[in-house]
């Protein structure tokens, strides 16, 4: 049964005071006795009840058919469709949308959570901040489903909260990616990753290890590129291509495809006869460089567009016991220019 969210209403009731009562004694009013204030305030402390500082505003319809968003990077392209894939939908059943954006900050993530929260929302679909998932810290996330706000995880999820969570299969799309590099004939096989920290990165480099292992193909860490603040792609892939043979190349994301592709192409290779490309998200630019990149296909329109019927669903039926539910989305690979042909 879903967590119902706490009310000055249902605080007025375990006390047997009125809904007046309650305010005031949240709101430290010399009105109300020291115990009484105590009482109620400590009550309401330990159910983590929360006011949207409008005037009774348990007395409000629950349902106010608004949505909170939260995404890492709107400049990310997968972001950017799982976002129009959520608004089809919301649009589609009258919800609107407050979208926030948490640049990867914990610090942010949380006070935009805090904000939209006190803005008596219905509801969250949320992606998990770089920096969050790094800390393991989770507790604003269990706050706000404490309180009786659903939440759906998308993408970046944690198995610490539980809540519905719409994914895509990241070690499956790895793992493919690397088997098509097999069949046409490659053998050195590197990986680069500027997403290495976050679940989906490690998730596509548990597919790549996977594939190379069962084709009895040692894997190297030399070949297995995790760019961040330190180090850029293009130093590390110089150092990569003058020092080892290489002749395949997965990018765990759109970037990092483009930037290896004016790399490799810059050290006088031949795109896909020296080495093939694959890269994760298929957005604008894979197919508008020259050779057009081979992308692994999250379909994050789609992902977005089953969050939202998810988490509609639980708003408009929140009284019907239901499990959280767990949605995959499978990949597939969508063949350009940067790979040889089976």
């Given at each position: ?64 058919k608004t949505i909170g968003v939260i995404i890492p990077n709107m400049l990310n392209h997968f ?6 894939g959520i608004e089809k939908i919301a649009t589609q059943k009258g919800y609107n949308l407050i ?96 997403i290495h920290k976050l679940s989906v990165g490690k998730l596509r480099l548990s597919g790549y ?134």
């Amino acid at each position: 049964m879903k967590k119902k969210r706490i009310t000055l209403k249902d605080i007025a009731k375990e006390f047997n005071v009125s809904i007046a009562t309650v305010s005031k004694a949240l709101n430290d009013s010399y009105e109300i006795s020291t115990r009484t204030k105590s009482m109620i305030q400590e009550y309401a402390k330990e159910l983590e009840y929360k006011s949207n500082n409008s005037f009774y505003n348990n007395d409000k319809q629950r349902n106010t058919k608004t949505i909170g968003v939260i995404i890492p990077n709107m400049l990310n392209h997968f972001f950017t469709k799982v976002f129009v894939g959520i608004e089809k939908i919301a649009t589609q059943k009258g919800y609107n949308l407050i979208t926030c954006i948490s640049n990867e900050s914990l610090e942010k993530e949380m006070t935009v959570m805090e904000l939209l929260k006190n803005s008596d929302l219905d509801g969250f679909i949320l992606s998990i901040a770089e920096e969050t998932q790094i800390k393991q810290d989770f507790k604003h996330f269990q706050n706000a489903i404490n309180q009786g706000i659903p939440i759906v995880m998308i993408d970046r999820v944690t198995d610490e909260i539980e809540c519905d969570k719409v994914i895509v299969n990241d070690e499956e799309g790895s793992y493919n990616a690397v088997n098509y590099f097999i069949k046409t004939g490659c053998k050195n096989i590197a990986i680069v990753s500027n997403i290495h920290k976050l679940s989906v990165g490690k998730l596509r480099l548990s597919g790549y290890k996977r594939a190379l292992l069962e084709a009895d193909i040692p894997i190297d860490d030399d070949y297995i590129l995790k760019v961040d603040e330190f180090n850029d792609v293009d130093t590390l892939l110089k150092i990569l291509l003058d020092s080892k043979k290489v002749d395949a190349i997965l990018c765990l994301e759109e970037d990092s495809a483009i930037s290896t592709l004016k790399m490799v192409l810059y050290k006088g290779y031949k795109v896909p006869e020296d080495i093939s490309i694959i890269g994760f998200t298929n957005g604008v630019l894979p197919r508008h460089v020259t050779p057009s990149i081979t992308t692994v296909s999250q379909h994050s329109t789609y992902l977005g567009e089953a969050a939202a019927k998810i988490l509609i669903d639980k708003i408009e039926n929140e009284n019907i016991e239901t499990s959280h539910t767990t949605k995959v989305i499978k990949t597939n690979l969508i063949e350009r220019e940067s790979t040889r042909r089976m």
